[in-house]
Every structure is written in structure tokens, then in C-alpha cells.
């Protein structure tokens, strides 16, 4: 079977799954993690086979393929598949580790991979390795992880720090039952902390390095069509979030507004109102204008991937500005759909409500929220430094 084939029958699979995903979702809410249920099924789907390489029985799909997966979980459950997001994402920037910490992580073809990119640890020079400190908030997907790469800074001689990324098991680490939040509740993206937790040297990585897709000791590098930068890979994988969040949301809106009565008024048919026309069609056209701008990026990364190069600064910038524009349009296509929306859209058993509070509230994530996103694109569109290393 072609990878294409591959990809098509694990999207085809999560389609399949998608109703399950929504019917779980207040119980997902309620006990502020995803059901057992959504992972088999999204495991049996192949979902976190999705950034193995092949050499371990993975699927090594493409970042378009990745993409286009996510957005099918993210339809059917906002927290699920902000979970599934962050397994696959992480699990991608794993194959830019030395071979020795791929071995190791790898173990299994379907592999999950909690991250905590924030430098808020510190690692301390030891025999063979490091000792890593530090607690990591939002560690989205961290309950149903088995390894968590985590961000921390290193102290040099001469009293600089280098930024390191750190792999460790889970089981390393501890977990506060801190996630209690309005919106994405279901992620478990609670607070993890180690203490003095032993790293061997080859499960560190120079953060500089993962920014570049220039990770060494590894066979998998060069013109493989697999070595992205990071940021830019993360940034498009991510905005699959709110594209499927955004398509859920629209598609439960169209199902129930027609024949019901707009209240207090003489309409009998919702959908017979020229407004519930105009917004409908607004809401469609943002969510196309935006996947189609997250794929323009993303067949600008494929592109250096298969040639083996980078993209350059301004290429950077404009897509962290694409992605973000791209989130801005996905959330304003259900803020469209909620203003029409009768009063019984707010009961907790609706999933459009989840879906308009899931989106609105991982809009807010430091990465992903617009304005930042924008004006490091507009900064270098007018000439001027990025003001960010984050490219």
C-alpha cells in the first residue's frame, strides 16, 4: 500500500469515528480528560503511527497527510484532537533526535509523546548525561503520554544559557491535578515537574538546532522530504485544530437550523432569513480561505523538505503570519455562526457550545493566538527584524 493509500485509510477510519468522538464530549468535559475510548479508537485508526518513520513500523506520513488526519479528529472532539496533535507533532520531532534516542522512544510503532517547549526546567552536567529540574505548565496530552519532551536551559561557563530539549518518561515525572479551565478541558494539560530526573546525553537535543531541522547522528537526514523546521511544522500541524473545530462546528450549526422558528419573531424557518444566509456563507468562506492558507505553507515546507533546504527568514515569517490569520479565520467563522445561535445552544449538551469554547479558548495559546503571529510577518514585510528567534 502507497503512503498516500495509507494516509486516506487512517483519515477514512477517523471519519468513521467521528460521531463517537462528539457523542463522548461531555463526558471528556467532565472529568477534564479524554475518554479511553477515543484513544483505542484513534490508535486502532493508525492516528499516532502517523510520524513513526517506516524503519519502525510507522507510517511516516507527510506533513499535508498529518494535517489532513487532525483536522478529521479535531471534528469530532476539540480536546481530542488538540491530545492527538500534540502526540503526533511530538512524536514527528522525536526522528530529529540521534538514532540511539529514536531506538529507544520507538519501541512500538504507535508511540505517544507529550511536549512541554517552554525552557522552565534547568539541566545540570552529570556522567554520560544531565540532571533535569523544573516544572512545565499546559502539558497537554501529559495523562496519556509515555514520554514527555521538555524544554530547559543549560548554564555555560561563561554564564549564557543554551535552551535543550530533554526526552524522559512520563513515569519519570509527576503530575498536578491542575487543569481546570472553561474551555479545551478535556486535554489534561496539567503542570508535570521532575527532580534531579537522570537524561542521557543522546535524549537531549540543541533546541537551535530543532528550530533549524539541522539535528545531527542520525540517518534520517538530508533530502528524506521528512526534516521540517520546526516552528513552521508545528504551526501548520496545529492550525488542523481549529480548521476540524471550525468545520464541526459549522456542520452542527447547518444540520439544526433548519425549520426552527427564530423566537419572538414572525419566522417560522431560520434558514429562510437572509441573515442566517449571509452568516452561513461567510462562516464556509472563512473556513476554505483559511485551510487553503495553512496549505500554501505547507506545500512551501514539503518543498524544502524533498529538496533537502531550508526556508529562508522571510518565508518563516510569512507563515507563522498565514497560520495565524488562518486561526483568526477559523475562529471567526463559529463567532459567525454563535451570534445566530437560538438560546438552547448553550446547553452542555450541544456540541456546538464545545466547539465555540474550544476554539475560542486554544485562540489564546502563546504560540497560536493572531496579533503575535501577524506582526512578525508585517515586521518583515516592511523590512524591519523579526524580533523573534522563534521562526
Known amino acids: 500500500m502507497a503512503v498516500n493509500e495509507q494516509a486516506a485509510a487512517v483519515i477514512q477510519a477517523v471519519r468513521d469515528v467521528v460521531p463517537t468522538l462528539r457523542e463522548n464530549g461531555l463526558a471528556a468535559e467532565e472529568n477534564r480528560w479524554i475518554p479511553e475510548e477515543n484513544i483505542e479508537l484513534l490508535d486502532k ?45 511530538t512524536a514527528w520531532l522525536i526522528t530529529q533526535y540521534p538514532d540511539r534516542a529514536q531506538e529507544e522512544i520507538f519501541t512500538s510503532d504507535s508511540v505517544r509523546i507529550s511536549g512541554g517547549f517552554s525552557p522552565t526546567g534547568t539541566l545540570t552536567p552529570v556522567e554520560d548525561g544531565y540532571l533535569l529540574n523544573g516544572t512545565w505548565r499546559f502539558n497537554s496530552g501529559c495523562r496519556g503520554a509515555q514520554w ?3 524544554g530547559a536551559l543549560l548554564e555555560l561557563p561563561d554564564g549564557s544559557h543554551q535552551e535543550l ?3 524522559v518518561p512520563m513515569s519519570v515525572l509527576s503530575i498536578a491535578d491542575d487543569w481546570y479551565v472553561s474551555a479545551a478541558a478535556a486535554t489534561g494539560s496539567s503542570t508535570t515537574s521532575a527532580k534531579d530526573v537522570f537524561v542521557p546525553a543522546h535524549r537531549v537535543m540543541d533546541a537551535a538546532e530543532a528550530l533549524e531541522g539541522l539535528t545531527g547522528e542520525r540517518s534520517n537526514t538530508g533530502a528524506t522530504g521528512r526534516n521540517y523546521p ?19 462546528a ?23 432569513h437572509p441573515l442566517t ?30 529538496a533537502g533546504t531550508q526556508p529562508t527568514l522571510e518565508e518563516r515569517a510569512e507563515g507563522r503570519g498565514r497560520c495565524g490569520y488562518a486561526i483568526q479565520l477559523a475562529k471567526e467563522s463559529v463567532e459567525d455562526l454563535q451570534s445566530i445561535s437560538s438560546g438552547s445552544a448553550i446547553m452542555r449538551s450541544a456540541p456546538f457550545q464545545r466547539f465555540f ?3 475560542e479558548g486554544l485562540a489564546l495559546h502563546g504560540m497560536m ?11 518583515v514585510v516592511l523590512g524591519l527584524e523579526p524580533d523573534t528567534y522563534l521562526l
Not at 489532513?68 to 502526540?87: H, N
Not at 511544522?233 to 481549529?242: E, Q
Open 45 to 89: 485508526a493508525g492516528v499516532f503511527r502517523a510520524a513513526v518513520p517506516t524503519r519502525f513500523g510507522g507510517l511516516d506520513l507527510s506533513l499535508e497527510e498529518q494535517y489532513d488526519i487532525l483536522v478529521q479528529v479535531a471534528r469530532g472532539c476539540g480536546s481530542t484532537g488538540w491530545v492527538a496533535l500534540a502526540w503526533v507533532s
Open 148 to 150: 514527555d519532551l521538555l
Open 165 to 167: 530539549y530533554a526526552v
Open 230 to 248: 520546526l516552528i513552521g511544522y508545528i504551526m501548520a500541524s496545529s492550525v488542523a485544530s481549529y480548521i476540524g473545530m471550525a468545520r464541526a
Open 250 to 272: 459549522f456542520e452542527l450549526f447547518v444540520e439544526r437550523v433548519p425549520g426552527r422558528p427564530i423566537a419572538y419573531t414572525s419566522w417560522e424557518d431560520q434558514a429562510a
Open 277 to 306: 444566509q449571509l452568516r452561513v456563507a461567510t462562516s464556509a468562506n472563512k473556513i476554505e480561505a483559511a485551510d487553503a492558507l495553512v496549505r500554501r505553507w505547507i506545500t512551501a515546507l514539503q518543498a524544502h523538505a524533498d
Open 357 to 359: 469554547r474550544d476554539i
Open 369 to 379: 493566538t493572531p496579533n503575535p503571529n501577524l506582526e512578525v510577518h508585517g515586521r
